[in-house]
């Protein structure tokens, strides 16, 4: 399948215009709102292009019955059965050919600023009923079970955990994920010892299954610093940068300027950028916009940039 996406994807042209990135372990990451599920075929063609190697699909709500829906508008879980075709036919496929076309990792991100999925969480994970807990009969354990099986290209899933700092539900929960077959990623913008607290926890309960730490370092966030602050030992921490539409956000040439400077001064193997959403279809010195901010992370993390 694998391969005839990607023959598919040659043909068309969608591999001759990424650009070539540094080599780096960690990841150049884009967080992807909409236009991910509703302009499937001009996400596709312009994130294959972009360079980005890292996909995150933001953001996953979780309800109180453990249903999974993006953005309230594309429900995708509900009681251990995929129903996102019923929406958005061909998203699965999407993000399989984001794969095929250079994508090493796609990640769902859970969360936001707003409070409510992180506090849902907890509560199942806490709830001694037929559909709580996280063994194979809870409802988040078949919910994200069911999730994996219909995309099997999702590789990690990012907590965006704004509100609630539970640490004890947060760890089951991880360690659940991981035992599902993902990844997670910690997506931070303040209360460091709580993060820290969970990294450490998750990884000696399950290991490796945190392996990567996405920092906010932009709005709530501008303060921080990957290379002061925010050490999880052997887990890489990807700072995030945002475009000029939020405010402190920075310019492509300005995106090169910070990332490099971090990585001068401890080494930073990946970041990424909030938002696709405000870049999406925007042009930049003959390419995309995306294409411009994904080839200033990358060359900001090549060392002596």
């Known amino acids: 399948m694998k391969t005839l996406l990607a023959l598919a994807l040659a043909s068309a042209g969608l591999f001759s215009a990424q650009p070539s990135l540094a080599a780096s372990t960690g990841y150049v990451g884009i ?80 969360g936001s600023s707003n409070v409510g999925d992180f506090q849902h ?101 501008s303060g921080n610093n990957p290379c002061s602050g925010w050490n999880f030992g052997g887990v890489p921490v990807y700072p995030g940068i945002a475009d000029t539409t939020v405010s402190g956000g920075l310019s492509v040439p300005s995106a090169q300027s910070k990332i490099a400077s971090w990585e001068g001064q401890c080494g930073i193997t990946g970041a990424f950028l909030w938002l696709y959403d405000d870049v999406a279809g925007k042009t930049y010195n003959g390419g995309t916009l995306s294409a411009g901010y994904a080839g200033a992370i990358s060359a900001g993390l090549t060392p002596g940039s």
Do not use: C
């Not at 594309?74 to 250079?102: E, M, R």
């Not at 010892?193 to 966030?221: C, E, F, K, M, P």
């Open 121 to 221: 969480i907890k509560a199942l994970v806490n709830s001694t009923g037929a559909n709580g807990g996280v063994g194979s009969s809870g409802i988040l354990y078949r919910n994200f079970q069911a999730l994996k099986a219909a995309i099997p290209s999702i590789d990690a899933i990012d907590l965006d955990d704004e509100n609630s700092y539970d640490t004890a539900s947060t760890v089951s929960f991880s360690v659940m994920l991981g035992k599902l077959g993902y990844h997670v990623m910690p997506d931070a913008y303040t209360n460091a010892s709580y993060w820290t607290g969970v990294v450490s926890q998750v990884n000696q309960q399950r290991a490796g299954t945190i392996d990567g730490v996405h920092l906010q370092a932009y709005s709530g966030g």
């Open 31 to 110: 967080f992807t709102g909409g236009p991910i599920y509703k302009n499937q075929s001009a996400s596709l063609t312009e994130l294959s292009q972009s360079g980005f190697d890292e996909v995150i699909v933001w953001s996953v709500e979780v309800a109180a019955n453990g249903d999974l829906n993006l953005n309230g508008e594309f429900p995708i879980v509900s009681n251990g059965s995929y129903i996102g075709d019923q929406t958005h036919a061909g998203f699965p496929n999407t993000l399989a050919s984001l794969k095929a076309a250079g994508v090493k990792r796609i990640t769902f991100s859970i």
